[in-house]
Nanobody, 123 residues
Framework: QVHLVESGGGLVQAGGSLRLSCAAS????????MGWFRQAPGKEREYVAG????????YYADSVKGRFTASRDNAENTAFLRMNNLKPEDTAVYYC????????????????WGQGTQVTVSS
């Protein structure tokens, strides 16, 4: 079993950038496909980005394509989400997730979840 902890959230002005980190412990992160989700108040959880074990396959939701970049450092047991040109509608709690199944673009099936980190974008 893997334990995930997100960090890097905060308050940023529209047009700004943040980089979220997801530190894994318990098992090596290279075992897992990693994903990023977000949930805004009153809205359903949205699958934002996914990255395969090696990092060579990626998925992005249309809402973040061209602005967000998922990456990972398996040696450091950490996944990242770089968010550029942030918009007020990006305000949400962001979660990282992990799963041992095969990477499937757009698949929302993830078994392990972090506790989330708040991202607030002011206009």
């Amino acid at each position: 079993q893997v334990h995930l902890v997100e960090s890097g959230g905060g308050l940023v002005q529209a047009g700004g950038s943040l980089r979220l980190s997801c530190a894994a412990s318990g098992r090596t992160v290279s075992t897992y496909v990693m994903g990023w989700f977000r949930q805004a108040p009153g809205k359903e959880r949205e699958y934002v980005a996914g990255i395969s074990r090696s990092g060579n396959k990626l998925y992005y939701a249309d809402s973040v394509k061209g602005r967000f970049t998922a990456s990972r450092d398996n040696a450091e047991n950490t996944a990242f989400l770089r968010m550029n040109n942030l918009k007020p509608e990006d305000t949400a709690v962001y979660y990282c997730a992990a799963d041992e199944s095969r990477f499937t673009p757009g698949s929302r099936r993830y078994e392990y979840w972090g506790q989330g980190t708040q991202v607030t974008v002011s206009s």
